[in-house]
């Protein structure tokens, strides 16, 4: 998508008065209650089954009934599953490609010994701060980073470790 093209989108998602629509806090609340569980259900799953690789197979098919038939019953309705290009393609691919990665390394992590109360925190301490720290690699700011977004990554990473630390036992 060009640049002006997304400056249209996000145009579009103003209300009348010139105001941003909030809608999109929904679906941030959705993902933050269904990664907050998934580490807890991951685990459960994993002790039940027996097997981490069987943990990993119902991870796929769970990946595969959202999200491969869901878009496709979707798009069907909007005229048709066309219009990829080779660069979405591949950049949406190595997207899904990293989840899955980081889904196989939960699962090992807690067939090594990690609980889900020592896992999640430090993935979900960790990973906002590669998150920005990639970003801005690949999106380069007009002008240096506040040196209060160092802060911030002190305060996560200390967050994450007091989480750790004073998790109930």
Not at 34 to 39: A, F, H, K, L, Q
Not at 56 to 70: E, M
Not at 79 to 91: E, K
Not at 100 to 118: E, Q, W
Request: hydrophobic share 55%; glycine share 16%.
């Amino acid at each position: 998508m060009q640049p002006s093209a997304v400056a249209t989108k996000l145009a579009g998602n103003r209300q009348a008065g010139g105001k941003r629509s909030m809608v999109w806090m929904i679906f941030t609340l959705g993902a933050v209650l269904s990664w907050g569980v998934y580490g807890a259900a991951l685990h459960k799953g994993q002790g039940l089954l027996g097997n981490p690789l069987k943990a990993l197979l119902c991870v796929g098919a769970a990946y595969f009934l959202i999200g491969v038939l869901a878009p496709v019953v979707a798009l069907s309705g909007q005229g048709g599953v066309t219009g990829f290009t080779t660069s979405g393609i591949v950049w949406a691919g190595l997207g899904g490609a990293l989840g899955a990665v980081g889904a196989v390394c939960i699962i090992y992590a807690f067939r090594a010994g990690g609980l889900p109360a020592y896992v999640m925190p430090l993935v979900f301490g960790g990973a906002p701060v590669i998150n920005v720290l990639v970003s801005m690699a690949m999106h380069p700011p007009k002008a240096a980073p506040n040196p209060m977004l160092y802060l911030g990554f002190l305060l996560v990473v200390s967050g994450a470790g007091m989480v750790l630390y004073y998790k109930p036992s």
